[in-house]
Structure formats: C-alpha cells, structure tokens
C-alpha cells in the first residue's frame, strides 16, 4: 500500500477540500510525475455542515491508482462523489467540486480497463456537470495535456460512450445509438444506430426491464420514422409493445425517471395501432 501524508493536518479543524488532489512523486524528492496526466486524489467526507470558513470535511485517504489494479475503488469513489453532488443545491460550489472530483476518479478507472467508469463519464460529460471545469493536466503543472483533453465535451462523451457500448454494456449501447443518431461528438449514422438499439436490446433483456424498454422505445421510433431500417408501422407497434412492457415494469419497481419515456411508448404505440388498422 502506498503511503501519502494529508497536508492538510489531522486537528480536527474539518477543513479539508472538497476535490483535493496531488501529483506522485517519480521518487523521493524527485519531483512530481505528470505522466499520465491525473493526479492522486484526496477522498474527503462531509461531516457537519460548513461554517466560520471552514468546509466541514474530513480527509479518509488518498486514492492511488498502484493500489487499485482494476479500478473499483476509483469507480466506488467516484459514485460518492457523483452522488454527493446529485444532492447538492445546484447553485453551490460544492456541487461542481463534486463533479470534478467523480471526474478525475472516473478517469483513473477508465484508464485501468474499468468500463462502468466509461459509462458514467458519459453521464459527466453529456450533462456537462462539471459547467466546464474539467480536469486540465497542462494547467495542473503537466508538460503535455491528455489526448482526450484535446477534445470537445461531446466527443469526450461519445468516445467514453463507444468504449462502454463495446465492453457489452447495455445501457451505453443505446446511448451510443443515441450519439449516432444525433450526430452528438460524431457523425450522424442511422444505420448504425439502429444496429446498437437493437444490440442494446439483445443485452439488455438478460438486465434491468429499464434497459430494454428503453432499447425497444428506441426501435419502435426507428421503424416508425424509417430511420437506419424499413419503415413499418407493424414493426413499429412490436417494439412500442414491448417498449410499454419494459418501462410500466421499470416504473412500477421505482424507476420514476422513466415515466416520461413510458409516455412516450404509450403514444407511439397508439400512433402505431392507428396506423395499422387504418382507423383514423
């Protein structure tokens, strides 16, 4: 286990940052080792609420990369910070420190081969919840920034994005279609968007009825509108089917957030059956 003494004093005084971070040192007293453009990251705790100029945090460890060789503790971390964040009033400071934080640990997990932290940058980036302070390793004291900090936030969030949908994960496969299909951080590629709804579906049904009943809405849009496939209304009502199946199971289990995409299903299959039918 690396060792790594908190500058910040252990007094009691609940006065450490929310994302405090520092470069490791290639050697003792070799100076700082920028090479692959992330820092060790300070993990601190909200204990009490802030006051008198003080955060009201506590330093638990620093994260080390060495320590982590398959990323799960910069991914656990990261959620935290994620999460912390989500339950922050929005107009605080805190609430983008948090982000930042999830960010830099996040990275640190991709860069280890861990594709969930893939996943949930594409949440980071797509949303911009950073509000555009992301991690910049030139400004930070490296020599040379990260390729990817070359890129614009909606190709940092397609490529996060792809490389999730490629390790098999089914709600990055639909997103991924999403990107394609928008022509977000990429060029627009029905047809190949289509082909990851349909993927995402495929994976999906072994998963959570959130993952393939939002595939399946995405499917039944797509034959709808003729869209990277034939148009075909009876294909259309089949997926919008199953579309209404996947999202009221979703919903009825808590998923709240998909009550509008349920709406959405609802409608499309109406539109669908109308069509079908031919009675208007």
């Known amino acids: 286990m690396t060792k790594h003494k908190w500058h910040g004093g252990d007094d009691g005084s609940l006065n450490a940052p929310v994302f ?18 992330l820092p060790l990251v300070w993990i601190t705790q909200q204990v009490v609420e802030p006051q008198d100029g003080r955060t ?31 339950s922050c009033d929005w107009r605080t ?10 960010e830099v640990l996040y990275l640190h997990a991709s860069r280890l081969g861990n594709a969930m932290a893939d996943d949930d940058l594409t949440y980071v980036y797509s949303y911009d919840r950073c509000e555009g302070n992301y991690w910049d ?7 040379f920034p990260r390729p990817e900090e ?66 399946a809405l995405r499917l039944g849009k797509a034959h709808e509108e003729g869209e990277g496939c034939t148009q075909s209304f009876q294909e259309a009502k089949g997926w919008y089917s199953r579309a209404v199946t996947g999202l009221s199971a979703a919903v009825r289990e808590g998923e709240s957030w998909y009550r509008g995409a349920l709406k959405s299903a609802e409608a499309g299959l109406a539109r669908a059956e109308q069509e079908v039918s031919g009675k208007y």
Request: proline share 5%; glycine share 12%; with cysteine.
């Open 20 to 37: 405090g971070w520092m470069w490791p040192e290639k050697v003792p007293g070799g100076g700082p080792n920028t090479e692959t453009g």
């Open 93 to 102: 400071e805190r609430r983008v420190e948090c982000f930042r934080a999830a």
């Open 150 to 215: 070359r890129l614009s936030i909606a190709e940092r969030a397609f490529a996060h994005c792809r490389v999730a949908a490629e390790a098999g994960i089914a709600e990055s496969c639909y997103k991924l279609g999403d990107f394609l299909r928008d022509g977000r951080g990429c060029d627009k590629d029905a047809d190949k968007a289509y082909q990851w709804y349909r993927r995402a579906y495929d994976l999906g049904k072994s998963d959570s009825p959130v993952y393939w009943g939002s595939a």
């Open 137 to 143: 390793s030139v400004a930070a004291g490296a020599k």
């Open 56 to 86: 009201g945090r506590r330093c638990i460890y620093c994260y080390d990369p060495e320590d982590d060789p398959d990323g799960e503790v910069a991914l656990g971390a990261g959620a935290d910070y994620y999460n912390e964040a989500i």
